[in-house]
């Protein structure tokens, strides 16, 4: 498994303000992705981060909202910009991992940071 | 229709008990099935991955799917009141993407 960390861990941001999620990866890996969890809710994708290349962005959620880079291939951010209260959320990041001789390809969530736009 | 439709409960069972959750999902191309378990306040924690028709066992947890039917199903044997949590189903396409079931709710009864 691969151990992912991410911050900050939860903030407290006013509306109109923007703020940048950190996830960092003790490995390399090839797939990285950004979840949204509203509260009471399932897990939502909001897009892939690609490694050298622009983002791929699930229906509903778009650049200029969430914009996302992934300068290498431990890293990635995302930016909730412009926030209003309805962005409030837990944000994830997610890595898939090579499955070693015998076992399969795996993903695992990052623990998570959680936002509230006030 | 949704991706995934997951049985959202809650489902409350005693100690020792069997808890068993269901999924169905509306994808034929779907291979790879995953089942994460996520306490309150916390991030969801793998606890199986299933890819081929049949049972897979891995201590108290039995992971089923059935490819014809389309569904996909968890069994807790021996259920401990640490096993109180949020179960949610996930299926994932060939691009690698994550869609989840709403996720059900068990709590275990000392």
């Known amino acids: 498994s691969a151990v992912i960390s991410q911050k900050p861990s939860r903030d407290i941001c006013q509306r109109g303000t923007s703020l940048t999620i950190q996830c960092q990866v003790d490995s390399q890996v090839t797939m990285m992705f950004w979840y949204r969890q509203q509260p009471g809710q399932s897990l939502t994708l909001i897009a892939t981060a690609n490694q050298g290349s622009e983002a791929t962005y699930e229906s509903g959620f778009v650049i200029d909202k969430f914009p996302i880079s992934r300068p290498n291939l431990t890293f990635s951010t995302l930016t909730v910009s412009n926030m209003s209260p309805e962005d409030s959320s837990i944000y994830l990041c997610?890595?898939?991992?090579?499955?070693?001789?015998?076992?399969?390809?795996?993903?695992?969530f990052g623990p998570g940071t959680r936002l509230t736009v006030l | 229709q949704k991706e995934v439709e997951q049985n959202s409960g809650p489902l409350s069972v005693p100690e020792g008990a069997i808890a068993s959750l269901n999924c169905t999902y509306s994808d034929r191309v779907s291979q790879s099935f995953f089942w994460y378990r996520q306490y309150s306040g916390k991030s969801p924690e793998l606890i199986m991955s299933?890819?081929?028709?049949g049972d897979k066992e891995d201590g108290r947890f039995t992971a089923q799917l059935n490819k014809a039917s389309q569904y996909v199903s968890l069994l807790i044997r021996d259920s401990q009141p640490s096993d109180s949590a949020t179960y949610l189903c996930?299926?994932?396409?060939?691009?690698?993407?994550?869609?989840f079931g709403a996720g059900t709710t068990v709590t275990v009864r000392a």
């Open positions: 299933i890819y081929s028709n």
């Open positions: 997610s890595v898939e991992t090579s499955g070693r001789r015998g076992s399969t390809d795996t993903q695992y």
């Open positions: 996930a299926r994932r396409s060939n691009d690698y993407k994550l869609s």
